[in-house]
Nanobody, 119 residues
Framework: QVQLVESGGGLVQAGGSLRLSCVVP????????MGWYRQTPGRQRELVAV???????HYLDSVRGRFTISEDNAKGRVYLQMNSLKPEDTAMYYC?????????????WGRGTQVTVSS
């Protein structure tokens, strides 16, 4: 079972920055998409940022211009740089990748890292 591992969450004041990191224990070159989701209690998990193998990116409207997704293939990591953080960004953040192997798509998730933004 492939398990992604996130880190970098924490408590930060509004206006501050955090960089989330996700260790991906499989070949980055085999991935279709890599991304970050977030979830708060009582709400559905929402897509924050996603990057495809073709390098196109998509961001949640409320984070566009403040968050940036990137990857380091050599280190096997996916990052989410979060700037100008707002209290409404408070959530558990999850790393996600999907991999296509012999016509089948496999989805992998991390256990999450908590981000709390104080006002």
């Amino acid at each position: 079972q492939v398990q992604l591992v996130e880190s970098g969450g924490g408590l930060v004041q509004a206006g501050g920055s955090l960089r989330l990191s996700c260790v991906v224990p499989i070949s980055m070159h085999s991935l279709n998409n890599m991304g970050w989701y977030r979830q708060t209690p009582g709400r559905q998990r929402e897509l924050v940022a996603v990057k495809s193998s073709g390098s196109s990116t998509h961001y949640l409207d409320s984070v566009r211009g403040r968050f940036t997704i990137s990857e380091d293939n050599a280190k096997g990591r996916v990052y989410l740089q979060m700037n100008s953080l707002k209290p409404e960004d408070t959530a558990m953040y999850y790393c996600y990748v999907d991999q296509r192997v012999e016509g089948l798509t496999y989805n992998y998730w991390g256990r999450g890292t908590q981000v709390t933004v104080s006002s």
